[in-house]
């Protein structure tokens, strides 16, 4: 879905000095990508993984100083663009979720197709790991996260089942958590859906991470980083972000005022247009060439005026 979110910031971009804010930089393609397709403008591209500023920045030094690389969680834009000295940005892109990257390195325990330490900290320089979670979270804490984050039916069973092994020997390592969910689920919860683990797995990311509270933060803070005429696009992996984004999206886009005004005034008028009716969805063509595109949703938004004083 790379072209279409090119497409769709391409009328804020176009012009010279233009200034665009990659907030999940990753390995760099998207980024790539935008400093080809836009030669007038600069680049700021965030990412909280130290690895992942490593890889990409040996890929963009070909950009000079067009691509400026920050160490950030993206909820600290506006900090960022303080130190720049920006105050406005006419494009802002979020890739959401992990990198390829991530779940191809077996040690960081993204993935649950590989034994490896549960740690699924995307910044390894700060926080707790997914293990602790495991081993330190109360059971009903353990439940709320793997309901909300993993939507997961059986999240009761297999939380009575992490209780009582964390009691005998904390955990450590993924094999054993994924051998345990996939004992304790009802043979019928086995059959559909994919990996039993799965949905587990997404959970403990997302908690780990603080994945929906810095996105919560972070969508707002970019809205209102866009100049007039600056565009936003968003692809996110599931369907809490995508709420989340479409929430954000369509309160900018709403009229605010009191009903009944014969009048509406200035400051209670839409602060951005939408770019995308409902989300995006990829094509058949592109699942086939990258299957984890499947669940991908894009979002797009234009700001069309400043905010109320
Ligand atoms: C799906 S990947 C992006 C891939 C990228 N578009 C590319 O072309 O390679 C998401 C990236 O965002 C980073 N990330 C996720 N949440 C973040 C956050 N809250 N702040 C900063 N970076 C974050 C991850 O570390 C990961 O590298």
């Not at 959401?96 to 077996?106: I, N, T």
Request: glycine share 8%.
């Amino acid at each position: 879905m790379l072209q279409r979110c090119l497409d769709m910031l391409a009328p804020a971009l176009e012009a010279p000095g233009a200034v665009v804010v990659d907030c999940t930089l990753g390995l760099g393609g998207h980024s790539e990508a935008l400093l080809d397709r836009f030669p007038e403008s600069r680049l700021i591209a965030l990412d909280r993984d130290k690895e992942a500023l490593r890889l990409s920045g040996e890929r963009l030094a070909p950009f000079g100083d067009r691509a400026e690389l920050v160490h950030a969680v993206y909820d600290e834009l506006p900090d960022v663009l303080d130190r720049l000295g920006l105050t406005s940005v006419q494009g802002v892109l979020f890739d959401l979720g992990v990198s390829s990257m991530q779940l191809d390195e077996a040690d960081r325990g993204f993935a649950y197709a590989q034994d490896a330490p549960l740690d699924m900290r995307m910044d390894q320089t700060t926080g707790i790991g997914a293990a602790e979670v495991l081993n330190t979270y109360a059971p009903g804490e353990l439940v709320r996260i793997l309901r909300a984050y993993g939507e997961e039916k059986q999240a009761k069973r297999i939380v009575s089942a992490v209780v009582r092994e964390r009691d005998k020997e904390p955990f450590t390592n993924s094999a054993r958590l994924v051998e345990l969910i996939r004992d304790s689920l009802p043979q019928a919860a086995k059959r559909t859906g994919g990996n039993p683990a799965k949905r587990t797995f997404q959970a403990l990311r997302i908690e780990v991470n603080g994945e929906l509270t810095v996105l919560e933060r972070a969508i707002p803070a970019a809205v209102k980083a866009l100049a007039v005429g600056g565009r936003i696009a968003v692809l996110s992996y599931h369907s809490l972000e995508d709420r989340l984004v479409k929430q954000v999206f369509a309160a900018g886009a709403a009229n605010t005022a009191p009903p009944g005004l014969p009048v509406v005034p200035e400051r209670y008028q839409p602060r951005l247009k939408l770019l995308t009716r409902g989300a995006e969805l990829p094509t058949e063509e592109e699942v086939a060439e990258n299957r984890r595109a499947a669940p991908a949703r894009l979002r797009g938004a234009q700001r069309i005026r400043e905010d109320a004083e």
